[in-house]
C-alpha cells in the first residue's frame, strides 16, 4: 500500500486493525471457555469421589459404634442379671394391686409373707460401674406406693404420674391402708425388702398417725422412705415424735388459712442432688388454689413448718423464708439420704413443678439404696 493511498484511507487502515485485534481477542476467550468445562468437570468428579469416600468411611465408624454400642448393651444386661437374687418383680405388677376406685381404705390385709430379716435387707446393692448401670437398676428396683389422692377425681395423682413419666415398675395400693401393710410386712415381691417406700398423703381425710410408724419399720427393713404429709401439728408430739426425732427436726408452726399468693416457696441448697438431679428446680413459685374453696374461701391445712433439733443429721432443702436453712423448713432430708420428708401438699404446686421435683426425690432415693449411701 502507497503512502497516498494509506494517507487517502486512514479509517480503512485503522478498522483492519482493530478487527485483527478482536479476532486475537476472541480466539483466545474461545480457548479458555473451551478448557472451563474440563476443568470443572474434572474438579467435581474429584470432589464426588472424596464425598464418597468420606460417606463410606463414616458408615464403616456408624457401624462399629453400633457394634461397640450392643456389645457393652449385653455386657450391661448380663450383669444387671448377675446382680439380681430373683427375677423381677413381674409377679406383683400395679395393676394386680390397684385398688378398685371405691374399695375402702381399711381393706382387710391378706396374709402376709413373713418380714425378712435385717441381714437380708440392709445389705446395700452393689454400687454400678456408670449411669446407665443404675438407671437399668431402678428399673428392677421394688416400690411401694401409698397415695390418697386417688380419692380426689378432680386432679391427677402426682406420684403415680411421676413414676409412669419415670418407666418405673411399682405396687400401688392407692389409699387402701390395708393393703399398704400387707405389702409392707411382706417384704416384697421376693421377700428380701422394698427397695423404696413411698407415702403420700394429701387428702385431707382419712390420715392417720400410724403413717410415721410404716416409715420407720420401712427405714428399719433398709428401704429408702419418701413421706409427703400435711398434718404434723396434730401428732408431732405422738405418732411422729419418733420418726422427727430420729431425722433431727421438730414440729415449728401450722400452714393453715395460706391463701394462694402466699404459698410460695424458696429452694434453700439449690444445688442439693434432690433439687438438682436430673431436674433443676430453683423455686417453688407456680402456685394453685388446689386446697382453697374459692366459693366460700375456706382455706384448708396445707401442710407444716419444721426446725432443724439435736440429733440427726437433718438438712432443710426447701422453706417459706429465703436463706432461712434452720426453720421454716417444708422439705427435709436426713439419715444419709434414706429418708425425704415433705411437709406441705404437693398440689398447692403445678405439675410443671412438683412433677419434676417428684422425679427428683425418686432418683435420689433410689441412688441411696442401690449405691450404699450419697456419692
Known sequence: MTASTMGAHPKILLSLIGLTCIAFLLSFTFASCAAQPNSDKSAKETQL??????MNVQQTLNAQREVDQGVAGTLQAQAAQKSLTAAPAAAVTPQAVVPDAGRSATAPAQPATPVASPAQTLAPTAPPSNPDD?????????????????????????????????????TDTG?????FQQQLKSGGPDGKGWDLVILSSEAKTGFSGDFYD????????????????????????GKASSLLGRCGVAYQANLLKIPPAKRVMFALEPTDPILSQPNSIPSFTKVTDYWWDKSTNIAYDIGDLVQLAQGGDAHLLVGTVAGDKSAHGTLTECLAG??????????????KVMGPAWENYIYNALKVKLTGGRQ
Open 214 to 237: 410404716y416409715a420407720n419399720q420401712a427405714l428399719d427393713q433398709g428401704a429408702s422412705v419418701i413421706m409427703e404429709v400435711w398434718n404434723l401439728d396434730k401428732v408431732y408430739t
Open 134 to 170: 443404675l438407671v437399668a437398676q431402678m428399673k428392677q428396683a421394688k416400690i411401694l406406693v401409698f397415695e390418697d389422692m386417688i380419692s380426689m377425681t378432680n386432679t391427677n395423682r402426682y406420684v403415680k404420674d411421676t413414676l409412669n413419666k419415670m418407666g418405673l415398675p411399682f
Open 175 to 179: 389409699n387402701a391402708i390395708g393393703m
Open 49 to 54: 469421589r472424596d464425598t464418597e469416600l468420606e
Open 338 to 351: 434414706k429418708l425425704t420428708l415433705q411437709t406441705f401438699s404437693s398440689h398447692i404446686f403445678d405439675f
